[in-house]
């Protein structure tokens, strides 16, 4: 017996033994190594694989080779492809010539469409003015950059254009990044310069009365499709004009499908449906860009027709999809510094307006108190986002909120004041692999001294990752009985509650 525990002798391995020790794999064909005699040969390659491949080469020095690939990678500019560019080029010669002959007031009065037509009588002279031949498919593309430019957004046309693409982040004019699938890409987009970036905007901003230049350097505005813009310009962006567009889905996003896109699972779509339909109050906590909008605009599909909701955002981005909806969005302050209204004073005001819900947008500061008054009078099912990485965090931001307005109410009075408002946090989080997953849905109970005491009843738990990097994971019941079964039960959902939570 060795100090190993092997037996000498021929073959080193019993009936149903275990394998030989250093064995790492299971023996090749071409030869029974199990049989071979001592002395004899072996057989290349048979016992013991081949070190050259990269079945054995420990996990830390693939994850130490991946960490030099990143600290030595050279990061290549995008360029346009040689179609494109010569489009852009010509765009530059034919837009000059293009405007002393349109009148841009009659031109404004026009559709897309009507403009186009319009227009190609007069590209097809100002061409053969500049000796320029194109063919028919070159012509349309010069068209449509022309048009987009005198009445969209220019080179961002085509970016709002691609259902796919759910971000636009624009670095100046030189660089471009999108989400697609989770995912940033560089774009090939580019502008003609800083000036041409800042028209843009401009034209984006001044769409919903709101203004951008060197004094008020900062702007949230909204597109026609809901869609949310910021715009950040000189002297803050050193880079340039820097325009970040999140786009939603022209088509309203339910439950069932975030349940369909693998957020969550049937049972917490059941108990989240019931959450909404039961009035229940709903505070939905996240990160940037984790699908706290889309959350809410999901949730508001259970909301009772016959129900008042009036929703209160600073860029209005929401759309609920109930008939009964008034929208209303705060109004930042003139160039003399007057005349802003905030959230807590439309919350105020949406209190006179005799509400059944109060949805937020997203609190950030001592609105958050205002909202928890309206949730305890009368205004059950109320709703509102925040940004927390969890829903224990996301009490503690509520309480931090709640202090940094001029309330002189103790902290333990506040906590009782959550405590006793919120209903349920639904935690949702966008994974490293571009996935967004409800992570948690968790009960507020009550107070035990002065902790909140809390209650979780689905919980997204990490199990593994697949080769190409998408991460697999269980939605798990904890199996407890909820403490909001009792507002289920006074619409009805009781039974339907109770087996989605076990």
Known sequence: MTAFGRRNGIGGMGQGARPAFGVAKPLKSGGDATTALPGSAPVPGDQFPSMSGDSLIPSRDDAMSRLADRANAVHAESEQNGFEASIHKIKEQV??????????????????????????????????????????????????????????????????????????????????????????QLAPTKFRDEQHLFQIAQRIVNQVGRRVDQTTPLADARLKDGSRVNVIVPPLSLRGTAISIRKFSEKPITIDMLQGFGSMSEKMATA????????????????????????????????????RVLTI???????????????????????????????????????????????????RGAECFDLLAAMNTGHDGSMCTLHANSPRECLGRMENMILMGDIKIPKEAISRQIAESVDLIVQVKRLRDGSRRTTNITEVIGMEGDVIVTQELFKFEYLDETDDGKIIGEFRPSGLRPYTLEKARQFGFDQAYLEACL
């Open 272 to 307: 989240l449906k019931i959450a909404g339909a039961c009035r229940m109050n709903v505070v939905i906590s996240g990160g940037t860009g984790s699908g706290k909008t889309t959350m809410l605009n999901a949730l508001s599909k259970m909301i009772d027709p016959g129900e």
């Open 313 to 363: 955002e600073d860029a209005a981005e929401l759309r609920l999809q109930q008939p009964h909806w008034l929208p209303l969005e705060t109004r930042p302050p003139n160039l003399e510094g007057q005349g802003a209204i905030t959230i807590g004073d439309l919350v105020k005001n949406a209190l006179r307006m005799r509400p059944d819900r109060i949805i937020l947008g997203e609190i």
């Open 95 to 184: 837009l000059p010539r293009l405007l002393e002959r349109v009148d841009p007031e009659a031109a404004a009065t026009l559709t897309k469409d009507e403009l186009s037509e319009e227009f190609r009588p007069i590209i097809m002279e100002v061409l053969a003015e500049l000796k320029i031949t194109f063919n028919r498919r070159e012509q349309f593309a010069l068209e449509k950059v022309l048009i987009d430019e005198l009445l969209g957004f220019g080179p961002l046309e085509e970016l709002l254009n691609d259902p796919d693409i759910s971000d636009i982040m624009v670095n100046g004019p030189n660089q471009t990044y999108i989400e697609k699938k989770g995912k940033l």
